[in-house]
Protein backbone atom coordinates (compact mmCIF):
# COMPACT_ATOMS: atom_id res chain seq x y z
CA UNK A 1 0.00 0.00 0.00
CA UNK A 2 0.86 3.78 -0.29
CA UNK A 3 2.81 4.62 2.15
CA UNK A 4 4.00 8.34 1.32
CA UNK A 5 4.80 10.53 -1.54
CA UNK A 6 5.95 13.92 -2.18
CA UNK A 7 6.11 16.53 -5.44
CA UNK A 8 8.10 19.45 -5.56
CA UNK A 9 7.70 21.75 -9.06
CA UNK A 10 9.80 24.59 -10.39
CA UNK A 11 7.63 26.46 -12.68
CA UNK A 12 9.72 29.64 -15.21
CA UNK A 13 7.72 31.25 -17.64
CA UNK A 14 8.62 33.64 -19.96
CA UNK A 15 6.56 36.03 -21.98
CA UNK A 16 7.98 37.43 -25.15
CA UNK A 17 5.80 40.91 -24.57
CA UNK A 18 7.01 41.78 -21.42
CA UNK A 19 10.43 40.10 -22.45
CA UNK A 20 10.57 39.03 -18.25
CA UNK A 21 10.93 35.79 -16.31
CA UNK A 22 8.71 34.58 -14.09
CA UNK A 23 8.70 32.13 -11.20
CA UNK A 24 6.70 29.70 -9.12
CA UNK A 25 7.76 26.82 -6.40
CA UNK A 26 5.05 24.36 -5.27
CA UNK A 27 5.48 21.10 -3.33
CA UNK A 28 7.96 20.39 -0.61
CA UNK A 29 10.41 17.92 -2.53
CA UNK A 30 13.93 18.00 -3.88
CA UNK A 31 14.01 18.86 -7.33
CA UNK A 32 16.69 17.99 -10.01
CA UNK A 33 17.02 21.43 -12.01
CA UNK A 34 17.08 24.97 -10.27
CA UNK A 35 15.66 28.18 -11.58
CA UNK A 36 19.14 29.09 -12.62
CA UNK A 37 18.80 25.69 -14.85
CA UNK A 38 15.28 26.00 -16.37
CA UNK A 39 16.15 29.97 -17.30
CA UNK A 40 19.32 28.71 -19.45
CA UNK A 41 16.88 26.24 -20.93
CA UNK A 42 14.15 28.19 -21.86
CA UNK A 43 16.56 31.06 -23.34
CA UNK A 44 17.77 27.78 -25.74
CA UNK A 45 13.99 27.56 -26.77
CA UNK A 46 14.16 31.19 -27.67
CA UNK A 47 16.47 30.91 -30.16
CA UNK A 48 14.66 27.53 -31.70
CA UNK A 49 11.57 29.80 -32.06
CA UNK A 50 13.37 32.22 -33.73
CA UNK A 51 14.84 30.12 -35.91
CA UNK A 52 11.82 28.30 -36.60
CA UNK A 53 9.22 31.46 -37.09
CA UNK A 54 11.41 33.63 -38.59
CA UNK A 55 9.21 34.13 -42.02
CA UNK A 56 6.13 34.59 -39.73
CA UNK A 57 7.36 37.26 -37.41
CA UNK A 58 5.06 40.41 -38.90
CA UNK A 59 2.09 37.77 -37.84
CA UNK A 60 2.92 36.78 -34.37
CA UNK A 61 2.03 39.29 -31.22
CA UNK A 62 3.22 37.61 -28.64
CA UNK A 63 4.94 33.77 -27.39
CA UNK A 64 5.04 32.70 -24.07
CA UNK A 65 7.57 29.61 -22.96
CA UNK A 66 6.17 27.51 -19.80
CA UNK A 67 8.97 25.41 -18.03
CA UNK A 68 8.09 22.83 -14.92
CA UNK A 69 10.34 20.74 -13.56
CA UNK A 70 9.05 18.39 -11.70
CA UNK A 71 10.00 15.72 -8.93
CA UNK A 72 7.61 13.13 -7.67
CA UNK A 73 8.13 10.03 -5.15
CA UNK A 74 6.16 7.63 -3.97
CA UNK A 75 7.22 5.66 -1.28
CA UNK A 76 5.29 2.21 -0.66
CA UNK A 77 5.07 0.04 2.45
CA UNK A 78 6.89 -2.36 0.90
CA UNK A 79 9.70 -0.78 0.66
CA UNK A 80 9.85 -0.92 -2.94
CA UNK A 81 10.11 3.03 -3.51
CA UNK A 82 9.78 5.19 -6.80
CA UNK A 83 11.04 8.33 -8.15
CA UNK A 84 10.38 10.40 -11.31
CA UNK A 85 11.95 13.80 -12.26
CA UNK A 86 10.20 15.69 -15.72
CA UNK A 87 10.73 18.30 -17.67
CA UNK A 88 7.32 19.65 -18.59
CA UNK A 89 7.28 22.46 -21.65
CA UNK A 90 4.54 24.44 -23.39
CA UNK A 91 4.64 26.59 -25.97
CA UNK A 92 2.00 29.44 -26.83
CA UNK A 93 2.06 31.24 -29.91
CA UNK A 94 -0.03 34.45 -30.24
CA UNK A 95 -0.48 34.60 -33.93
CA UNK A 96 -2.55 38.04 -35.30
CA UNK A 97 -4.51 36.65 -38.12
CA UNK A 98 -5.55 40.55 -39.55
CA UNK A 99 -9.18 39.97 -37.40
CA UNK A 100 -8.58 38.01 -34.63
CA UNK A 101 -6.13 36.97 -32.34
CA UNK A 102 -5.27 32.85 -32.76
CA UNK A 103 -3.27 30.89 -30.13
CA UNK A 104 -1.23 28.25 -31.27
CA UNK A 105 0.71 25.67 -29.23
CA UNK A 106 2.73 23.00 -28.78
CA UNK A 107 3.42 21.05 -25.76
CA UNK A 108 5.22 17.79 -24.50
CA UNK A 109 6.63 16.23 -21.05
CA UNK A 110 9.71 14.09 -21.17
CA UNK A 111 11.47 12.39 -18.45
CA UNK A 112 15.20 12.46 -17.36
CA UNK A 113 15.81 16.15 -18.70
CA UNK A 114 16.62 16.62 -22.26
CA UNK A 115 18.94 17.48 -24.63
CA UNK A 116 16.74 20.39 -26.49
CA UNK A 117 17.71 18.99 -29.84
CA UNK A 118 15.41 16.75 -29.15
CA UNK A 119 12.67 18.46 -29.92
CA UNK A 120 13.94 20.30 -32.58
CA UNK A 121 12.70 18.57 -35.86
CA UNK A 122 8.90 18.23 -33.72
CA UNK A 123 9.15 22.04 -33.26
CA UNK A 124 10.37 22.66 -36.73
CA UNK A 125 7.73 20.78 -38.11
CA UNK A 126 4.31 20.74 -35.72
CA UNK A 127 4.67 24.67 -34.79
CA UNK A 128 5.77 25.97 -38.17
CA UNK A 129 2.71 23.81 -39.66
CA UNK A 130 -0.01 24.95 -36.81
CA UNK A 131 0.95 28.94 -37.19
CA UNK A 132 1.22 28.17 -40.88
CA UNK A 133 -2.41 27.15 -40.81
CA UNK A 134 -3.70 29.60 -38.60
CA UNK A 135 -2.59 32.57 -40.99
CA UNK A 136 -3.83 31.16 -44.13
CA UNK A 137 -6.64 28.45 -43.12
CA UNK A 138 -10.27 29.33 -43.38
CA UNK A 139 -12.92 28.42 -40.32
CA UNK A 140 -15.35 25.24 -41.58
CA UNK A 141 -18.25 27.29 -42.89
CA UNK A 142 -20.85 24.19 -42.60
CA UNK A 143 -20.60 20.70 -41.59
CA UNK A 144 -19.24 18.14 -44.04
CA UNK A 145 -19.48 14.32 -44.12
CA UNK A 146 -16.26 13.01 -45.87
CA UNK A 147 -14.00 10.46 -45.11
CA UNK A 148 -11.03 11.70 -42.64
CA UNK A 149 -7.67 10.80 -41.71
CA UNK A 150 -6.67 11.35 -38.20
CA UNK A 151 -2.71 11.78 -37.40
CA UNK A 152 -0.64 10.34 -35.24
CA UNK A 153 -1.33 12.84 -32.44
CA UNK A 154 -5.03 13.34 -32.87
CA UNK A 155 -6.04 9.74 -32.98
CA UNK A 156 -3.68 9.19 -30.13
CA UNK A 157 -6.40 11.63 -28.26
CA UNK A 158 -9.38 9.37 -29.61
CA UNK A 159 -7.46 6.05 -28.20
CA UNK A 160 -7.53 8.07 -24.47
CA UNK A 161 -10.98 9.16 -24.66
CA UNK A 162 -13.11 6.43 -26.63
CA UNK A 163 -11.40 3.12 -25.51
CA UNK A 164 -9.17 4.31 -22.36
CA UNK A 165 -12.06 5.98 -20.19
CA UNK A 166 -14.43 3.89 -21.42
CA UNK A 167 -12.68 0.58 -20.38
CA UNK A 168 -11.56 2.24 -16.49
CA UNK A 169 -14.24 0.01 -14.99
CA UNK A 170 -16.05 2.53 -13.14
CA UNK A 171 -17.22 4.41 -16.42
CA UNK A 172 -17.95 1.13 -17.71
CA UNK A 173 -20.22 -0.16 -14.57
CA UNK A 174 -22.13 3.18 -15.06
CA UNK A 175 -22.85 3.94 -18.69
CA UNK A 176 -22.08 -0.11 -19.78
CA UNK A 177 -22.85 -2.95 -17.83
CA UNK A 178 -26.33 -4.38 -18.99
CA UNK A 179 -26.33 -2.07 -22.15
CA UNK A 180 -25.51 -3.36 -25.48
CA UNK A 181 -21.94 -2.33 -25.25
CA UNK A 182 -20.24 -4.61 -22.95
CA UNK A 183 -17.15 -6.97 -22.75
CA UNK A 184 -17.42 -8.58 -25.79
CA UNK A 185 -18.83 -6.14 -27.82
CA UNK A 186 -17.03 -5.80 -31.30
CA UNK A 187 -15.54 -2.21 -31.93
CA UNK A 188 -14.50 -2.41 -35.05
CA UNK A 189 -14.26 -4.73 -38.06
CA UNK A 190 -11.06 -4.11 -38.71
CA UNK A 191 -8.68 -6.01 -36.06
CA UNK A 192 -7.74 -3.23 -33.32
CA UNK A 193 -5.16 -3.71 -30.93
CA UNK A 194 -5.29 -1.93 -27.67
CA UNK A 195 -3.08 -2.23 -24.86
CA UNK A 196 -2.61 0.01 -21.67
CA UNK A 197 1.08 -1.01 -20.34
CA UNK A 198 2.56 0.29 -17.43
CA UNK A 199 5.42 -1.17 -18.05
CA UNK A 200 6.13 0.36 -21.02
CA UNK A 201 9.28 2.19 -19.36
CA UNK A 202 10.26 5.62 -19.95
CA UNK A 203 6.43 7.23 -20.42
CA UNK A 204 5.00 9.93 -17.78
CA UNK A 205 2.26 7.10 -17.43
CA UNK A 206 4.79 4.54 -16.76
CA UNK A 207 4.96 2.88 -13.19
CA UNK A 208 6.17 -0.17 -11.02
CA UNK A 209 3.25 -0.01 -8.36
CA UNK A 210 0.04 0.87 -8.81
CA UNK A 211 -1.46 3.44 -5.85
CA UNK A 212 -2.71 -0.01 -4.25
CA UNK A 213 0.54 -1.14 -4.39
CA UNK A 214 0.21 -3.92 -6.75
CA UNK A 215 2.59 -4.60 -9.17
CA UNK A 216 2.13 -3.12 -12.53
CA UNK A 217 0.87 -5.26 -15.51
CA UNK A 218 -0.06 -5.24 -19.03
CA UNK A 219 -3.77 -5.17 -20.44
CA UNK A 220 -5.50 -5.66 -23.50
CA UNK A 221 -8.04 -3.22 -23.75
CA UNK A 222 -9.22 -4.77 -27.87
CA UNK A 223 -8.18 -7.67 -28.99
CA UNK A 224 -8.63 -7.96 -32.93
CA UNK A 225 -11.54 -5.38 -32.95
CA UNK A 226 -13.59 -6.93 -29.78
CA UNK A 227 -13.95 -5.57 -26.01
CA UNK A 228 -11.15 -7.75 -24.38
CA UNK A 229 -10.41 -6.41 -21.05
CA UNK A 230 -11.12 -3.45 -18.39
CA UNK A 231 -8.84 -1.31 -16.01
CA UNK A 232 -9.81 -2.06 -12.51
CA UNK A 233 -8.55 -0.73 -8.59
CA UNK A 234 -9.81 -3.36 -6.59
CA UNK A 235 -13.17 -1.80 -5.29
CA UNK A 236 -13.94 -2.43 -9.12
CA UNK A 237 -12.18 -5.57 -9.36
CA UNK A 238 -14.58 -6.77 -6.82
CA UNK A 239 -17.48 -6.00 -7.83
CA UNK A 240 -17.31 -7.14 -11.43
CA UNK A 241 -15.43 -10.52 -9.58
CA UNK A 242 -12.69 -10.41 -11.51
CA UNK A 243 -8.65 -9.85 -10.57
CA UNK A 244 -7.16 -6.14 -10.63
CA UNK A 245 -5.91 -5.38 -13.45
CA UNK A 246 -2.87 -2.33 -11.20
CA UNK A 247 -4.55 0.52 -12.40
CA UNK A 248 -5.42 1.83 -9.56
CA UNK A 249 -4.60 5.36 -9.22
CA UNK A 250 -4.59 9.03 -7.79
CA UNK A 251 -3.69 12.34 -8.23
CA UNK A 252 -1.30 14.23 -6.05
CA UNK A 253 -2.88 15.71 -2.64
CA UNK A 254 -5.80 13.66 -3.03
CA UNK A 255 -6.76 10.58 -0.95
CA UNK A 256 -9.04 8.58 -4.21
CA UNK A 257 -8.06 6.13 -5.69
CA UNK A 258 -9.87 5.56 -9.37
CA UNK A 259 -9.29 3.21 -12.11
CA UNK A 260 -6.89 5.07 -14.32
CA UNK A 261 -4.88 4.60 -17.79
CA UNK A 262 -1.63 4.48 -17.72
CA UNK A 263 0.47 4.54 -21.14
CA UNK A 264 -2.31 3.52 -23.33
CA UNK A 265 -1.54 3.11 -27.41
CA UNK A 266 -3.52 1.18 -30.43
CA UNK A 267 -1.18 -0.83 -32.10
CA UNK A 268 0.56 -0.17 -35.67
CA UNK A 269 -1.46 -1.19 -38.80
CA UNK A 270 0.80 -2.57 -41.93
CA UNK A 271 -0.37 -0.03 -44.17
CA UNK A 272 1.88 2.77 -45.64
CA UNK A 273 0.08 5.78 -44.85
CA UNK A 274 0.61 7.17 -48.66
CA UNK A 275 -1.48 4.18 -50.17
CA UNK A 276 -4.38 5.49 -46.93
CA UNK A 277 -4.22 8.68 -48.67
CA UNK A 278 -3.84 7.63 -52.01
CA UNK A 279 -7.47 5.92 -52.02
CA UNK A 280 -9.46 8.64 -51.02
CA UNK A 281 -11.00 10.65 -53.71
CA UNK A 282 -12.01 13.86 -51.44
CA UNK A 283 -12.01 14.18 -48.32
CA UNK A 284 -9.66 15.77 -45.15
CA UNK A 285 -6.71 14.86 -43.47
CA UNK A 286 -6.86 16.30 -39.53
CA UNK A 287 -3.95 17.47 -37.65
CA UNK A 288 -3.11 18.41 -33.82
CA UNK A 289 -5.16 18.16 -30.94
CA UNK A 290 -6.79 21.21 -28.43
CA UNK A 291 -7.91 17.93 -26.76
CA UNK A 292 -11.35 15.93 -26.38
CA UNK A 293 -13.36 14.90 -23.27
CA UNK A 294 -15.62 11.48 -23.27
CA UNK A 295 -19.22 11.56 -21.34
CA UNK A 296 -21.07 8.13 -21.33
CA UNK A 297 -20.85 6.80 -24.86
CA UNK A 298 -19.90 10.22 -26.77
CA UNK A 299 -17.06 11.65 -27.50
CA UNK A 300 -15.20 14.96 -28.95
CA UNK A 301 -11.64 15.44 -30.24
CA UNK A 302 -10.56 18.89 -31.44
CA UNK A 303 -8.24 18.76 -34.04
CA UNK A 304 -6.00 21.57 -34.79
CA UNK A 305 -6.36 21.98 -38.75
CA UNK A 306 -7.02 20.05 -41.20
CA UNK A 307 -6.45 19.40 -45.26
CA UNK A 308 -8.04 18.48 -47.65
CA UNK A 309 -7.81 15.23 -49.97
CA UNK A 310 -8.27 15.25 -53.41
CA UNK A 311 -7.67 13.03 -56.41
CA UNK A 312 -5.69 11.10 -53.68
CA UNK A 313 -3.46 13.58 -52.91
CA UNK A 314 -3.05 16.27 -49.86
CA UNK A 315 -3.99 19.54 -50.99
CA UNK A 316 -2.90 23.39 -48.90
CA UNK A 317 -6.36 24.05 -48.98
CA UNK A 318 -6.62 24.21 -44.78
CA UNK A 319 -9.31 24.24 -42.65
CA UNK A 320 -9.59 25.00 -39.42
CA UNK A 321 -12.02 25.87 -35.94
CA UNK A 322 -14.12 22.22 -36.05
CA UNK A 323 -14.67 19.01 -33.91
CA UNK A 324 -14.94 15.26 -34.45
CA UNK A 325 -17.72 14.42 -31.98
CA UNK A 326 -20.77 11.59 -31.71
CA UNK A 327 -20.97 8.09 -30.67
CA UNK A 328 -17.80 6.30 -29.59
CA UNK A 329 -18.67 2.78 -30.88
CA UNK A 330 -20.22 5.06 -34.45
CA UNK A 331 -17.22 6.28 -34.88
CA UNK A 332 -14.62 3.28 -34.10
CA UNK A 333 -16.77 0.89 -36.16
CA UNK A 334 -15.79 3.76 -39.02
CA UNK A 335 -12.24 2.89 -39.01
CA UNK A 336 -11.26 1.29 -42.13
CA UNK A 337 -7.79 1.32 -41.98
CA UNK A 338 -4.33 1.72 -39.46
CA UNK A 339 -0.68 2.74 -40.67
CA UNK A 340 2.15 1.51 -39.70
CA UNK A 341 3.54 4.58 -37.83
CA UNK A 342 2.96 4.35 -34.30
CA UNK A 343 3.99 7.28 -32.04
CA UNK A 344 3.71 8.07 -28.45
CA UNK A 345 3.03 11.61 -26.88
CA UNK A 346 3.56 12.21 -23.33
CA UNK A 347 1.41 15.17 -23.12
CA UNK A 348 2.03 18.35 -21.02
CA UNK A 349 -1.60 18.50 -19.18
CA UNK A 350 -2.39 15.18 -17.75
CA UNK A 351 -5.43 13.44 -17.51
CA UNK A 352 -8.98 15.09 -15.98
CA UNK A 353 -11.64 12.73 -14.31
CA UNK A 354 -14.41 12.85 -11.65
CA UNK A 355 -13.03 16.47 -10.91
CA UNK A 356 -9.30 14.84 -10.29
CA UNK A 357 -7.04 16.63 -12.29
CA UNK A 358 -3.80 16.15 -14.18
CA UNK A 359 -2.82 13.02 -13.54
CA UNK A 360 0.43 11.60 -15.36
CA UNK A 361 -0.58 9.72 -18.56
CA UNK A 362 0.88 8.76 -21.96
CA UNK A 363 -1.05 7.79 -25.18
CA UNK A 364 -0.29 6.56 -28.60
CA UNK A 365 -1.27 5.80 -32.07
CA UNK A 366 -0.49 5.45 -35.88
CA UNK A 367 -2.25 7.38 -38.49
CA UNK A 368 -6.08 6.15 -39.03
CA UNK A 369 -8.38 6.46 -41.70
CA UNK A 370 -12.42 6.71 -41.33
CA UNK A 371 -14.80 5.44 -43.93
CA UNK A 372 -16.96 9.01 -43.76
CA UNK A 373 -17.89 11.07 -40.30
CA UNK A 374 -19.39 14.46 -39.70
CA UNK A 375 -16.77 17.33 -39.22
CA UNK A 376 -19.10 19.96 -37.54
CA UNK A 377 -18.33 23.92 -37.91
CA UNK A 378 -17.38 25.67 -34.33
CA UNK A 379 -19.12 28.64 -33.90
CA UNK A 380 -18.31 30.89 -30.70
CA UNK A 381 -19.43 34.00 -31.99
CA UNK A 382 -16.49 36.12 -31.34
CA UNK A 383 -14.05 37.43 -32.99
CA UNK A 384 -10.94 36.51 -31.00
CA UNK A 385 -10.33 32.54 -30.65
CA UNK A 386 -8.55 29.92 -32.11
Not at 203 to 221: C, F, L, M, V, W
Not at 257 to 270: D, F, K, N, Q, T
Not at 300 to 306: A, H, K, M, Y
Request: glycine content about 6%.
Amino acid sequence: MLKQDLNRNIICKYSSLENDYLFYTTGNANSLLTKDNLKELIDVYRDLISQCLFSFEKWIFKYEITMISSSYFLYLSSGDDFKRDELHLMIKIIVDAVDKFIPVVWQSSIHNYLDCNQHWSDIQTKLYEEVYAAINGTNLAMEINVPIILNQELSSQLVHEAFGHTSEADNYIQYCEGSQFQLGHTWANYKLNVYDNPLLSGYRGSYEYDHEGNKAKPTQIIKNGVWNELLYDKKTAEQLGVKHSSNARRTIFSNIIMPRMSVIYLEAGECDIQDIISNIEYGVYCFGTWGGGSLGHNFIIRPSFGKYIKGGKITNEIIRKFDIKGSKFDFISRIDNVSNDLMMFDPYFGCNKNEKYDLPVSQGSPTISVSSYPLIPINDGGKNGR
